[in-house]
């Protein structure tokens, strides 16, 4: 309770967001709220900020979680996050941070796509969540990438992975394909 009395208090992003969903994003707020993963996925979305109210830059890790455990190819929630980037409404979660990778941490063999076909995981990343990275991707345990090639020559890659630190799992399996 403290957190949203807290939370009340701030005119970013409390206020501004609230009143600029209230005037520009109107059917798609109605939509999402009849819609229960469009609704899960805003009320976890909540759950981070407050939980994460004096250390900002963990809300978006988790918010990504919710977005991708709730809110995935959830056509409800795509609409409301569009109408609310179109109108300024939400703000910008801060950047990832310079790379620590370079060319030299690259694997040299890989020359074509042909080359990485099949079952990846991802053992270690270079976007681990620490400072200056909010995100913390890279960390995120149990990281499988499927690249797969269709018979039209088109590239599907299919990748697993939960949410968690430390190769433990704090969510399901979430499974994304692109």
């Not at 959830?74 to 980037?85: A, D, G, P, S």
Request: contains cysteine; hydrophobic residues 30%.
């Amino acid at each position: 309770i403290i957190s949203q009395i807290r939370y009340l208090g701030r005119w970013e992003p409390f206020w501004h967001s609230n009143l600029c969903i209230g005037a520009n994003c109107k059917i798609p707020v109605v939509n999402c709220a009849t819609n229960m993963n469009c609704a899960k996925t805003i009320g976890c979305i909540q759950t981070c900020v407050l939980d994460n109210i004096d250390s900002e830059d963990k809300t978006a890790a988790c918010a990504y979680i919710c977005e991708m455990t709730h809110g995935y190819e959830n056509r409800q929630f795509k609409e409301l996050i569009e109408c609310m980037l179109e109108h300024n409404c939400m703000v910008r979660y801060p950047d990832d941070g310079p790379c620590k990778g370079s060319d030299a941490d690259a694997i040299t063999s890989v020359k074509t796509m042909d080359d990485i076909e099949g079952d990846w995981w991802v053992l270690r990343g270079v976007n681990c969540g620490e400072q200056p990275y909010p995100g913390g991707y890279d960390w995120y345990p149990c990281q499988h990438e499927r690249f797969i090639k269709t018979a039209n020559g088109q590239w599907i890659n299919n990748v697993t992975y939960c949410g968690g630190r430390h190769d433990v799992c704090e969510t399901d399996i979430i499974v994304t394909v692109a």
